[in-house]
């Protein structure tokens, strides 16, 4: 099978398994797993933050984070199609009493700053008290630009906000900037990566700040019911992932982009856009499900929609692409 739905569909490989299955655990909830402690270091000194904590998945590390920056009744400045905000199903509001103030991405993804700044409320008794500015990188597979980085997380912080990053891909980001990972998460107070994406292992997400605040997102994860025991065998696969597979992003990345050109060819699909391992295509609302049906018989899935998404990953291969985009040519020219 070709599987291009999206980067986290990658299966653990026989080195990973075997690195799973030599893990030296303990009890994590006791704090005494040494593979899990080795991670949470060893993304802290990564990211240069002062601490790491391993989550079972993104959305508890981003929700956790959320919560140990803001209390009932404070709010947090965020895209309209950021994933806290779109894709976490409101946890957010629904369990942190956290409001969100969502705000229009422009196109390359950003947060426009004088959006940020007519979006901060005044300290009153009418308004939640803004506290928390978040942004995600990559965004729709887009690299945010380090300067506006840099100028966003500035204008939060000299209103009195603290930063956060949803770094989900933050990997992919600094692979295709060329860029330490430490450099794109200097700007923010916390940054959560998940491994479980392009980075290839079955589970897990590591969410990285000062040790106060991972402190108080500790208290959140067990809160949130993500307390886990002997999660090194999880650990070990991120581990794992970070020694190995960081560098195969880039060949991710060329593959998006040869999807992105083999597909530019074809008449009826027209290419949105390509970034990092994301392309981003329309296809003609009445071809997508036979496209989709046609596609699955010849051992590729998709999901098609009017605007769809192609997603590489290291289980694809460039010959893969090839053939998908072959598969493609074919079918419209039935
Ligand atoms: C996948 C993803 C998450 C959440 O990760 P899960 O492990 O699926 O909960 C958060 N943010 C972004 C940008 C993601 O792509």
């Not at 942004?135 to 945010?144: A, Q, R």
């Not at 794109?184 to 107070?189: G, I, N, R, T, V």
């Amino acid at each position: 099978m070709i599987d291009l739905r999206s980067d986290t569909v990658t299966r653990p490989s026989p080195s990973m398994l075997a690195a799973m299955t030599a893990a030296e655990t303990g009890d994590d909830v006791w704090g005494d797993d040494p593979t899990v402690l080795k991670l949470q270091a060893t993304l802290a000194e990564r990211t240069g933050k002062e601490a790491g904590l391993f989550f079972p998945s993104g959305t508890q590390s981003n929700l956790a984070a959320l919560m140990a920056h803001c209390a009932r009744g404070d709010e947090y400045i965020v895209g309209q199609h950021a994933h806290t905000y779109k894709y976490e199903g409101g946890g957010a509001a629904v369990l942190g009493s956290i409001q969100p103030q969502p705000i229009e991405n422009a196109a390359d993804g950003s947060l426009p700053l004088e959006k940020i700044a007519a979006a901060i409320k005044p300290i009153d008794n009418h308004f939640a008290r803004s506290k928390l500015l978040a942004l995600e990188n990559t965004i729709g597979g887009k690299v945010l630009p380090a300067s506006y980085v840099v100028e966003a997380t500035k204008l939060a912080r000299d209103r009195g906000l603290s930063a956060h990053l949803d770094g989900a891909r933050v990997f992919n980001a600094a692979v295709a900037s060329d860029k330490p990972v430490s450099a794109l998460c200097a700007p923010f107070d916390s940054v959560s990566i998940c491994f479980s994406k392009g980075l290839g292992a079955p589970v897990g997400s590591v969410l990285v700040g000062s040790k106060a605040l991972i402190d108080v997102a500790s208290r959140w994860r067990k809160v949130l019911g993500g307390g886990m025991r002997q999660s090194g065998v999880l650990a070990a696969a991120c581990l794992h992932a970070l020694d190995h597979h960081v560098d195969g992003l880039a060949q991710d990345h060329d593959n998006a982009a040869r999807l992105a050109d083999g597909l530019k060819q074809i008449d009826q699909i027209k290419v949105l856009s390509h970034a990092t391992n994301m392309v981003f295509v329309e296809i003609p609302q009445a071809q997508c499900a036979p496209l989709e049906a046609s596609l699955k018989e010849r051992g590729i899935l998709t999901q098609m929609l009017y605007a769809s998404r192609f997603v590489t990953h290291r289980d694809v291969s460039r010959e893969d692409i090839d053939t998908f985009v072959r598969a493609v040519k074919d079918f419209f020219a039935r």
